[in-house]
């Protein structure tokens, strides 16, 4: 019933900004955490950031300082703001977030395309 859609993912180029929204919608009681995820192709997934239900945000070190991630729980939902951005920030970038409802779980957006080129 629970449905977690991602977006905002663009062609940038280097130096510049992007700000990726994520959406839950459903039958929802609460959210606890929330992050980003992204991969790369021929790469694992990896955590970019991730933000508790009280607000403490954890990143990637290599995005520290460019990335900020913020959630409104009114909206149930997360957002990514990448400054700074680098070639290597290129990815599919996927919002995760713990949802209570019905069926408690980990809860995937479908996944939205950053590339950053010149």
């Known amino acids: 019933q629970v449905q977690v859609v991602d977006s905002g993912g663009d062609l940038v180029r280097p130096g510049g900004s992007l700000r990726l929204s994520c959406v839950a919608s459903?039958?929802?009681?609460?959210?606890?955490?929330m992050g980003w995820f992204r991969q790369a192709p021929g790469k694992q997934r990896e955590l970019v950031a991730v933000i508790t239900d009280s607000g403490f945000a954890t990143y990637l070190e290599s995005v520290k300082g460019r990335f900020t991630i913020t959630r409104d729980d009114a909206k149930n939902s997360t957002y990514l703001q990448m400054n700074s951005l680098k070639p290597e920030d290129t990815a599919v970038y996927y919002c995760n977030a713990y949802i209570r409802t019905t069926v408690t779980n980990w809860y995937w957006g479908q996944g939205t395309q950053v590339t950053v080129s010149s």
């Open positions: 459903g039958s929802i009681f609460s959210i606890g955490t």
